[in-house]
């Protein structure tokens, strides 16, 4: 456990990676009215980037927003340049906002209704959701709007949008439980959504670094976005004009909306895309350029362009797909190789330069220009030509194979997904007869005697011998790396013919040959079909891994409740899904860890929300729950965990309860996926963590985590500048432990610096040469000015817990044992009163960078007096390799917090809110819910996974996330029993004895129990 939590405080400081902020704000008044509002801060900003103002110094925050303005902020925000012609009765050309309102309705955005635009109406709160769906492509999901007390007032039109933003974090209810979709939205409430769906907006040319923690919008041309990650959607918009727009080594984590670029280009440079690049400029004249170690899962064309592939060294795109809407007048031409194109609209004028692998025609298509299409797939009743000439493929059209199991439609981009077969070892494929015989010897006997003779000529015995054979040095279907063994006779069966066909040529030929890449594993159907002597099919379900995989395992336990070959577990352009299929109703628990896999689950656990075994308590990843209804049993469900692969081992965890039977799972169900199948999707970069000097002032170390660096990949001096002094010589370190910060750190060798300027020292790197050690080579990022710490090692603080059996010391700096001359880890530590000392106490810590936190226990309570505290640290060597001093004494004043006493439980937009005494304070880390339940009526519900956090303004207070998705379940049944008048309570009862990661105080102390309290709306 102790090792757990040192690397999760690591992980914890690699979260705070140094960034820049990279909007250039346009010079604002101050606003008057927004001083102290609530949605102060995030009106300034909009402010600043040009999308809103205010009139005559003061913003109205409170007011109601009309339809008008609402447009006038999506058009700043977007830069529109189409504009419709003005066919609303009410709305005149000459007024200030006619020209936004045009440009929406020329985008789609804004329609109205009646024939009017009703500009100076009060926008609604469901009217606005919609227009931002819109604006913002945002999918429509699968959130209920009848969580909401008032859902039937949600009008059809609008609830699936409404469910979007919802789902998106950028709108919530009230706390009442009510959405109120008629409510006018006030303009403090418009700017807070905005703010809440786009992280940031670049509105100035130059050249951009930075990781955006969400959407970013570029509404301007002639902009660099360079060495960048972005967790969410990139949207290029219609303000970058006819301009050009570049990205370069770029990873982002959801979809590129392009709706703006000329026809000199978009670029995209070494950019991986996990999700779909959505091509829609209204006049189709556009080029997008893929190049380099491009990936995109998915290329939507929804208006002309121009796609160029160059010098490829990746995949590219793995397949395009040609929207029914584009129009005759909007030319599409393809430039290079592509993989797949599927063509939808019957009228697309497309031009090919270069060469297709397979063209899917959904309609009748013609290509024109110099093309070479490998392969032909017509929808029945299209035609397919080229120069209006039948296609002449190098590949006949190969029938589609039916998949003997269920398949509900998986998601938009989503070509190359393949499931982990649940059962390694089982190569049978589906069969048309009865399950075939043990197969015959095929050697003579060790002892002489006579040779059997050949097995009968049947379809069972010929499966057999098929079964027995095709996977080649394949393990199981469910594992597939090396090519197939796909043989067209048998020794046996003098006359028959066997033919294959497959389902994807590309990564499984007709001959065997297999085609693995990165990102993502695939799913293949292959079918062998008889012929000659005896007629027959057979179809197998293979997975293809993808490059630098081993293997998946799964545990002897597969509960009843799955289906055969369920539960799976596949890789998507890094992310792990999960495909599960079950044969009776029950409720399905999952645990998803990708960090701490090497801990076992149990039962328990897993119900709970964690991992760990006999009363450990691990944090995972995720804590899936889903109940399946008898309606939606022996059919395939298929989710994105959003748990990317680390380049360690990852393991998903199943429990299976049926309360109307009293059952739940005997055992755990697991499927681990192996260290060495994370190398090729490994996308993350080495955080930089901190950078400290030692006191001779002639060494600086950069520490990084989350990466192992690349001791070839040595910066150069002049990637580095100091503010101060000079750099001389730059080194490497990396002992290959990717998430251990003390392991991997770079060391600059610096002279030139006064000892009055050590607490003023600033460093930046521009460089691109310092990488990690996976399979992508991800590079570091960039950073600028950033501080660089000298260390005074000193205890600062002690607070004793309410009951005094607890006291916590914070020591700052920190040290790692690995790092000090005589590997000595844990230093002796003293606890006195009033002089005396204290013996018989345990205790353990948590450390990083940053400092070292102790937590001292006792059996008994300590004695009232003044506490002090000594820490023997002789033997300790800190982060910037200079000796600790022999001891650090505590001096000051302990603090003791106050006993905790009964919550109150309040309802708070959907989260419920309990409150301690005053005095009470909790620990910095979000905590397990594990032993928290509510109940409403005479129903009970266990919470799980890591839903609580503590308030960041109140430390008495901790805040239960009943919106995490997969506690909704909750958070109905709690609005309803509120609405239904039943009474709502909650209590709390520690499930693992003295555990230390149970929500405890900030002395370390646990919450002691409480039984149930009501919980109030408020």
Do not use: C
Not at 144 to 152: G, K, L, M
Not at 798 to 821: I, M, Q
């Amino acid at each position: 456990m102790l090792q757990l939590f040192r690397r999760m405080l690591s992980l914890a400081v690699a979260a705070a990676v140094l960034t820049v902020t990279i909007t250039v704000p346009v010079s604002a008044a101050a606003l008057q009215d927004i001083q102290g509002h609530w949605a102060g801060s995030a009106i300034e900003q909009w402010q600043q980037y040009g999308v809103i103002n205010g009139h005559d110094g003061k913003f109205r925050p409170n007011n109601a927003l009309t339809r008008a303005e609402f447009a006038v902020m999506l058009d700043n925000i977007m830069k529109y340049e189409e504009t419709a012609t003005n066919t609303f009765s009410d709305l005149e050309t000459a007024k200030w906002y006619a020209p936004s309102i045009l440009k929406l309705n020329a985008a789609g955005i804004l329609k109205g209704t009646g024939g009017k635009a009703l500009p100076t109406q009060h926008i609604t709160r469901q009217e606005a959701a919609v227009m931002l769906t819109n604006t913002f492509q945002l999918e429509h999901n699968n959130v209920r709007t009848n969580a909401f007390t008032d859902q039937i007032e949600i009008a059809e039109w609008a609830k699936a949008s409404v469910s979007s933003l919802v789902s998106s974090g950028a709108l919530s209810g009230f706390p009442d439980g009510t959405f109120r979709p008629r409510a006018e939205l006030t303009r403090a409430e418009a700017v807070t959504i905005i703010n809440k769906l786009i992280q940031e907006l670049i509105s100035k040319p130059g050249d951009y670094s930075q990781h955006i923690t969400g959407n970013l919008v570029v509404n301007t041309p002639d902009v660099l976005l360079k060495n960048m990650k972005i967790d969410g959607d990139l949207y290029v918009a219609q303000g970058v004009g006819s301009g050009e727009i570049t990205l370069d080594d770029v990873e982002i984590s959801g979809s590129v909306y392009v709706y703006g670029g000329g026809e000199h280009s978009v670029i995209l440079n070494n950019v991986g895309v996990r999700e779909a690049l959505v091509v829609n400029k209204y006049d189709g004249k556009i080029r997008v350029l893929i190049a380099g170690s491009t990936s995109v899962a998915a290329v939507k064309l929804e208006s002309g362009a121009r796609l160029v592939t160059k010098d490829l060294t990746s995949s590219g795109i793995e397949n395009v797909e040609i929207s029914a809407d584009v129009s005759a007048n909007q030319k599409i031409v393809f430039d290079g190789n592509f993989n797949i194109v599927v063509n939808h609209s019957s009228q697309a004028d497309i031009t090919v330069n270069g060469t297709i692998k397979e063209l899917v025609a959904k309609t009748s298509t013609n290509l024109n220009g110099n093309p070479e299409v490998e392969k032909l797939t017509v929808e029945q009743g299209a035609t397919a030509t080229i120069n209006n000439r039948p296609i002449q493929s190098s590949n006949s059209n190969v029938p589609a194979v039916n998949n003997s199991e269920p398949v509900i439609s998986t998601p938009p981009g989503n070509t190359s997904g393949v499931p982990v077969t649940s059962a390694p070892g089982n190569t049978n494929g589906s069969t048309p007869t009865n399950p075939p015989p043990s197969s015959q010897p095929d050697t003579p006997p060790a002892n002489g005697g006579s040779v059997p003779a050949p097995p009968a000529l049947t379809v069972d015995n010929v499966f057999a011998a098929i079964k027995q054979g095709y996977l080649g040095t394949n393990t199981d279907r469910g594992n597939v790396f090396s090519n197939l063994n796909l043989m067209t006779s048998l020794a046996d069966y003098e006359g028959l013919i066997i033919t294959w066909q497959t389902s994807n040529p590309l990564v499984v030929s007709e001959t065997g040959t297999i085609n693995r890449i990165n990102w993502n594993d695939q799913f293949v159907t292959l079918k062998a079909v008889l012929s000659g002597s005896l007629t027959g099919e057979i179809t197998f379900d293979l997975t293809v891994r993808a490059l630098s995989t081993s293997s998946v395992e799964m545990t002897d336990f597969i509960d009843p409740y799955f289906s055969p070959d369920y539960p799976q577990a596949y890789v998507k352009n890094g992310d792990i899904w999960i495909r599960y299929m079950l044969n009776e109703p029950a409720e399905l628990y999952m645990v998803v860890n990708a960090y701490s896999s090497h801990f076992e689950s149990s039962v328990d656990s897993v119900l709970r929300g964690h991992t760990g075994k006999d009363g450990d308590v691990v944090f995972v990843s995720d804590w899936p729950y889903f109940k399946v209804e008898a309606s939606e049993t022996n059919k395939v469900h298929e989710f994105n965990t959003g748990v990317p692969l680390l380049d360690m081992k990852s393991r998903i965890d199943f429990v299976v309860r049926d309360a109307s039977k009293n059952y739940t799972s005997s055992s755990v169900t697991s499927i681990a996926i192996n260290k060495e199948v994370t190398g090729a999707y490994d996308t993350s970069t080495p955080y930089f963590e901190k950078a400290v000097i030692n006191k001779a002032l002639d060494s600086i170390y950069l520490y990084y985590s989350s990466e192992a660096l690349d001791l070839t990949s040595v910066p150069s001096v002049s990637d580095y500048s100091l503010n101060v002094g000079e750099i001389n010589k730059v080194t490497i370190h990396s002992d290959g432990e990717d998430w251990f910060s003390h392991s991997n750190y770079v060391i600059l060798s610096v002279s030139g610096i006064p000892e009055e300027e050590k607490d003023n020292l600033s460093l930046s790197y521009t460089g691109t040469a310092l990488q990690d050690t996976g399979d992508v080579k991800n590079r570091a990022p960039v950073f600028t000015a950033a501080p660089v710490y000298s260390i005074e090692e000193q205890i600062t603080s002690v607070t004793v817990s309410s009951d005094r059996k607890t006291v916590r010391a914070e020591v700052n700096y920190g040290w790692f044992p690995g790092l000090t001359s005589t590997g000595v880890d844990d230093p002796t530590i003293s606890v006195s009163v009033d002089g005396l000392d204290i013996i018989d106490s345990s205790y353990y810590y948590f450390y990083g960078i940053d400092g070292v936190s102790f937590t001292i226990t006792y059996e008994t309570p300590l004695p009232a007096g003044s506490i002090g505290i000594k820490l023997n640290t002789s033997d300790m060597v800190n982060w910037a390799m200079d000796p600790y001093p022999a001891e650090l004494t505590f001096v000051n004043e302990a603090r003791q917090i106050a006993e905790p006493g009964i919550p109150s439980a309040t309802l708070d937009n959907g989260d419920i809110i309990l409150t301690f005494a005053e005095g009470y304070e909790f620990n910095t880390y979000d905590g397990l819910a594990a032993g928290l339940t509510i109940k409403v009526g005479d129903a009970e519900y266990h919470l799980r996974g890591s839903v609580v956090q503590k308030a960041a303004s109140n430390l008495n207070t901790l805040r239960i996330d009943l919106n995490d998705k997969y506690t909704l379940h909750v958070k109905d049944a709690v609005l309803r029993g509120i609405q239904e008048g039943q009474a709502v309570q909650i209590k709390y009862t520690k499930l693992y004895g003295n555990n230390k990661f149970q929500l405890a105080d900030s002395a370390g102390a646990l919450l002691p129990d409480f039984d149930y309290v009501n919980v109030t709306a408020n």
